[in-house]
């Protein structure tokens, strides 16, 4: 069992930037592949970005490219998303996820993870 905690949510204006961190509990967090997700209100849970376990490959959606980075800490058992030049449609809750599947290929579908977090809102304002 692994439980994860988001944290670094906020409100920010356009353009602002902003640093989420999701903290594993457990030692075997440099099994699992992480991913974000996010989901605004009335919309599906969307993919945002995913990390292997050893950090060394990221995938990203269209719409968050360029501006948001994922990274990881195993050493600490965290997983960050920066993101930069934040957008009023960035705007949603943000969910880690962790895949312990150990696949070769990241996922984006909600369903392929297997542990989640509780959330954080982020807010942006114009």
């Known amino acids: 069992q692994v439980q994860l905690v988001e944290s670094g949510g906020g409100l920010v204006q356009a353009g602002d930037s902003l640093r989420l961190s999701c903290t594993a509990s457990?030692?075997?967090?440099?099994?699992?592949?992480m991913g974000w997700f996010r989901q605004a209100p009335g919309k599906q849970r969307e993919f945002v970005a995913a990390?292997?376990?050893?950090?060394?490959?990221?995938l990203y959606a269209d719409s968050v490219k360029g501006r948001f980075t994922i990274s990881r800490d195993n050493a600490m058992n965290t997983v960050y998303l920066q993101m930069n030049s934040l957008k009023l449609e960035d705007a949603a809750v943000y969910y880690c996820?962790?895949?312990?599947?150990?696949?070769?290929?990241?996922?984006?579908?909600?369903?392929?993870?297997?542990?989640w977090g509780q959330g954080t809102q982020v807010t942006v304002s114009s």
């Open positions: 996820a962790a895949d312990r599947s150990r696949t070769v290929v990241l996922s984006t579908r909600p369903m392929s993870y297997d542990y």
């Open positions: 990390i292997s376990r050893s950090g060394s490959n990221k």
């Open positions: 457990g030692r075997t967090f440099s099994s699992f592949d």
